[in-house]
């Protein structure tokens, strides 16, 4: 089991900047990838951006893509989520997670959560 924990959410206003971070623990060998979902109220979890913890390859959703990047810190087990020019469509919970298998982009996928971390984008 992976233990994860994230801090870095807020309220900030539309175009503002955010980072978010993750710091995993236990049995991190079994971690094929690292990745950010997130959940606005009443609508489904969403893939966001992922990483491959031992290659590096980097996987972001098309809404993200180009304001959003993740990065990895190996020796401190710690992915981050930059996040810029935030719009109001990204208010929602922030989870980190892991999964063993390669099917990044879906949610379901992933096995290891983090508690969430509330990301509030005002207009």
């Known amino acids: 089991q992976v233990q994860l924990v994230e801090s870095g959410g807020g309220l900030v206003l539309a175009g503002d900047s955010l980072r978010l971070s993750c710091a995993a623990s236990?049995?991190?060998?079994?971690?094929?990838?690292m990745g950010w979902i997130r959940q606005a109220p009443g609508k489904d979890r969403e893939f966001v951006a992922a990483?491959?913890?031992?290659?590096?390859?980097?996987y972001y959703a098309d809404s993200v893509e180009g304001r959003f990047t993740i990065s990895r810190d190996g020796a401190k087990n710690t992915v981050y989520l930059q996040m810029n020019r935030l719009k109001p469509e990204d208010t929602a919970v922030y989870y980190c997670?892991?999964?063993?298998?390669?099917?990044?982009?879906?949610?379901?996928?992933?096995?290891?959560w983090g508690q969430g971390t509330q990301v509030t984008v005002s207009s």
């Open positions: 997670a892991t999964t063993r298998t390669g099917a990044l982009h879906w949610p379901p996928a992933y096995d290891s």
């Open positions: 236990g049995s991190i060998f079994s971690i094929n990838a």
């Open positions: 990483i491959t913890w031992r290659g590096g390859v980097i």
